[in-house]
């Protein structure tokens, strides 16, 4: 049996990455390794965890030793990181964490695949490390040849972890690729996050914050893509080569947030234009033609679909995401956005 072990599949896209797989792929086990930071959430994992196919390790990648230990017990056949301090805006208020976590936690995880026999190794990154584009020139998309030219703490640590998978590949021959997809939305996504901060901040009548004049263009795609194309460049991707993923769905944010009211019933004079995010990206916009054109791969989900059953998602689980609104997170609520 084949056995591949996600790192951060406790967090949004690494949960319904484990489920994707033990979905479809009946002869692979999950190994799942996850420190539960605030965005790890045990209760995305239940069902996971009732399945002889799962098995989840507390841990966090930077520790060596620890990670080492898991290696040598599961012997997994391929690593997929997911693991990462990924939220923009609080890598501008604790940056630290996020070189930590993002850059020397994947360079654990690399290190390990190499003591253990060069173990196939996928690195999740984003498409944010291309930096941003102007809004006035939709011509312009980024490609897998455009110059890294990361904008946040957040992007320049997910741009520094590419560098060092690709030198990892080209000195030590580490069996990696990278994928860089842009903006994902979908089920188990933590309301700290655009989509379900507005959802869950509608559902309770409260202000909808909307950054600058929300005209900055984002290009969503639907989580279950995302994991689909993983699946195809761990499968069938050229070791040393960066993957692009996305589905050709520019949105400018204010138009999401009206959309969100209007399928929640909800009036737009809850959306408040607050402080714009510092060093804030402007447009992103993903050119897939590499992954579709050497892989095959084409996204499923219509935003129209996706939005639906995303916004549906939670309104049928309340319980996952008030248990996270009601907790630590409103703290933070408050530092981020009181008297912005
Ligand atoms: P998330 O914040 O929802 O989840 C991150 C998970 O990593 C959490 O479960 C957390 O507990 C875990 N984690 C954090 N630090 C850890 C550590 N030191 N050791 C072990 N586990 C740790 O993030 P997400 O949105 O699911 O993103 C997953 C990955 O995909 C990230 O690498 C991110 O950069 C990348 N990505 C995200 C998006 C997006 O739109 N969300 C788009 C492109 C790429
Ligand atoms: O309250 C808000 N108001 C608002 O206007 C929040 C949280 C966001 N925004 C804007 C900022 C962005 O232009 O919405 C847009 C999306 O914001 P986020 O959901 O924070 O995502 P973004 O900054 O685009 O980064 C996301 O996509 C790339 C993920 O968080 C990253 O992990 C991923 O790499």
Redesign the pocket.
């Known amino acids: 049996m084949n056995t591949i072990l996600v ?10 990455f484990v489920y994707y797989m033990l979905e479809n792929h009946p002869d692979t086990r999950v190994i799942c ?9 045990m209760s995305t994992l239940a069902k996971a965890m009732a399945d002889p196919r799962f098995t989840f390790y507390k ?5 060596r030793a620890g990670i080492n230990a898991i290696f040598d017990r599961e012997k997994p056949d391929a690593v997929v ?7 923009v805006d609080r890598s501008i208020e604790e940056p630290e964490l996020f070189v ?3 850059v020397l ?1 994947a360079q654990v995880m690399m290190d390990a695949c190499l003591a253990h026999g060069n173990i196939r190794f996928h690195q ?5 490390v291309y930096g941003d584009l102007p809004l006035d020139r939709p011509d312009l998309l980024f490609t897998e040849d455009t110059p890294l030219h990361a904008s946040s703490p ?1 992007s320049a640590s ?1 741009a520094s972890a590419d560098l060092l998978t690709m030198a990892y590949y080209r000195t030590y021959g580490l069996a990696a690729t990278i994928s ?6 979908g089920p ?3 309301p700290e ?1 655009l989509i379900p901060l507005m959802i869950a901040n509608a559902l309770a009548d409260k202000p909808l914050p909307v950054y600058g004049q929300g005209l900055n263009v984002r290009d969503w ?1 639907y ?1 279950e893509d ?1 994991c689909k194309a993983i699946d195809l460049v761990l499968q069938k991707g050229q070791i040393g080569r960066v993957y692009n ?1 996305g589905g050709h769905n520019e949105m400018r944010n204010i138009d999401i947030v009206k959309l969100i009211c209007a399928q929640l019933g909800k009036p737009e004079s809850l959306i408040t234009y607050v402080t714009d995010r510092k060093g804030h990206d402007l447009r992103y916009a993903i050119d897939p033609a590499r992954i579709h054109a050497e892989l095959g791969w084409l996204p499923e989900t219509a935003f129209a679909d996706g939005i639906r059953k995303t916004v549906q998602w939670y309104l049928d689980n309340r319980p996952w995401w008030e248990q996270i609104v009601s907790g630590e997170y409103r703290n933070y609520y408050e530092r981020m956005y009181a008297n912005r």
């Open positions: 790192t951060g599949g406790a967090g949004f896209i690494g949960a319904n390794v996850d420190c539960l930071t605030y965005a790890g959430n841990q966090d990648i930077r520790d990181n997911f693991a990462a301090e990924s939220h930590q976590t993002n936690g999740v990154s984003t498409d944010e957040y997910k860089r997809c842009s903006n994902n939305y188990y996504q933590f996050k795609l989580v995302h993923i």
